[in-house]
């Protein structure tokens, strides 16, 4: 691959041909701060390190190297400095958001020891840990739970006769009473929403006559989180967890705290970020509020540090969109401008969370078809890292796997090679039987043009510019169109960070054909006469002639100020 190297605003910079992978001597400027690319991690089905079938803590921490090998001067490893892992702790499905013990490992993926070994690798590397931490609902096995429905339904006539009472003489809901005895004999009565009507939301007690709030499935009960004493546990968790050396939580389905509520849902989320960040400061906290942006964006009030942005994710997002050609290359820097506009007016400690798929999602392989489908799916991880905030990355979209349909499809095995099976998961147990799109890693892995190649590629360049993660989008109106996205990434008031770089000119081309961009005729454009990255997906290259810059089918050029 032929490379050429020069000096340029003080610092070495790279123009690279072909797909975009950085030389090695390309200097990095990664910050130790909350704007990382993060790498979410399906312990199950991941890396196996004792044969049994099924991802285990200790093949994870086999596998950093994958991840992040904490030399900056390989190339091997994608660079992500952050590691999510879905949830870890005891439970009796595939999936493990139905939590029987908030603290400890689940026995098939291992022991604290493990936890606590893999948290140690990762901090070697400068590599963050962040949690899934699902408050919402425990599981119908979690001892709470047991004792609270044991207790009822031992006490069934008392109940109902003292329920028929309250509801003919007073105002009162429908949910179960207990009295001072009751809570003395049973303290985790209230720590769930029981009744004695049959409404939307709840579910049958078995045993008994009355029902309790399970909104996702009968299998995870409704915390209740006005409950003084369930936040006195969550407390106690979260200390937990720091104790061990997280560095984060993910929060699973905050709207779901108080369904229909988001005053009540950021209540509890102002309460819930104080309680983390009094234990340790520098948490990073980031919430699945899955809605459009115009409603979680208020959600930054509770000072929760992100939420994920589920605009640009999905078959019909943003970044589908555009990538397709359905949605005007235009659309995504006007997209990033207002994203960015709305969270500023809401707080100014908001990170934005891009991503582009995860584990609730078909993966991006099967969003394009026939001609140009790879070139799409590597476009689209690109549209995505080159995103502000912390990006998220679920496993194996960087080398293309498939899987729609069923929520085990969601999470096949990680396609480490097709010939050597040592560590490869089974994945879940009725996952169905297919065939990947795309070659394994051992085979990407060699091939400069892999969608794996193009995606280490778009990380580097998302480590070598801060800016790219933390600076402000403007868009560049008079040299956008259906086919270029063209905007300039500029460095905000007020950021501490170093860099030799304060503004970048992005150019994305969206089409299948090479296109000409003449960003002389822009007066915020035409200084940017130096091509500082390049990513495409094929051999071609950016070239910058006399002002104008002619992009490759699908390719990114990357400019700063000088010529």
Known sequence: MMKKVFLTLGIISVLVTGCGAADKAAPLNVIEDKYRTTYEIFVYSFYDSDGDGIGDLKGVTQKLDYINDGDDATDTDLGCNEIWLMPVSPSPTYHKYDVTDYMDIDPEYGTLQDFDELVDECHKRHVNVIIDTV?????????????????????????????????????????LVFLEEDLKACPYLSYYNFSYEKSDGYEPLSGTDFYYEARFWSGMPDLNLDDDNVKKEIEDIIGFWIDHGVDGFRLDAVTSYYTGDDLKNIEFLTWLNDTIKSQKEDA????????????????????????????????????????????????????????????????????????????????????????????????????????????????????????????????????????????????????????????????????????????????????????????????????????????????????????????????????????????????????????????????????????????????????????
């Open 135 to 175: 408050l919402n609902h425990t599981s119908v096995e979690h001892p709470w739970f047991k004792e609270a429905a044991k207790y009822i339904a031992d006490n069934a006539d008392d109940f109902k006769d003292r329920n028929k009472t309250v509801d003919e003489n007073t105002d009162e809901s429908s949910g």
């Open 284 to 563: 990073y906290i980031v919430g699945e509020c899955w809605t459009n942006s115009s409603t979680y964006s208020k959600y930054y009030k509770s000072g929760v540090d992100s939420f994920f942005d589920f605009d640009f994710a999905g078959s019909e997002g943003i970044i589908a969109g555009v990538a397709r050609g359905t949605n005007a290359a235009a659309n995504y820097g006007k997209a990033l401008e207002k994203i960015e506009s709305q969270l500023a007016e809401i707080s100014d400690t908001s990170i934005d969370a891009p991503f582009y798929t995860n584990h609730d999602m078909a993966r991006s392989a099967g969003y394009y078809t026939g001609k140009g489908s790879q070139d799409k799916v590597k476009l689209a991880g690109a549209l995505n890292l080159l995103m502000t905030g912390n990006a998220f990355i679920y496993y194996g979209e960087e080398l293309g796997m498939k899987g729609s349909g069923k929520d085990e499809n969601k999470r096949a095995p990680m396609q480490w090679s097709s010939t050597d099976l040592t560590g490869m998961c089974n994945g879940p147990a009725n996952m169905d039987k297919f065939d990947m799109k795309y070659p394994a890693l051992d085979v990407q892995a060699a091939d400069e043009y892999s969608i794996f190649n193009y995606y280490k590629a778009a990380i580097k360049l998302r480590n070598m510019f801060p800016v790219i993660a933390r600076g402000r989008t403007v868009n560049v109106d008079s040299l956008s169109n259906s086919d270029i996205s063209a905007f300039v990434r500029e460095k905000k008031e007020g950021s501490t960070y170093e860099t030799d770089v304060e503004r970048l000119l992005i150019l994305i081309n969206t089409s299948d054909e090479s296109k000409e961009v003449n960003i002389s005729t822009d007066d915020m454009s035409k200084d940017y006469g130096n091509i500082v990255y390049s990513l495409c997906t094929s051999e071609e290259k950016c070239e910058y002639n006399g002002g104008k810059v002619v992009i490759p089918a699908y390719g990114i050029a990357v400019l700063a100020a000088g010529n």
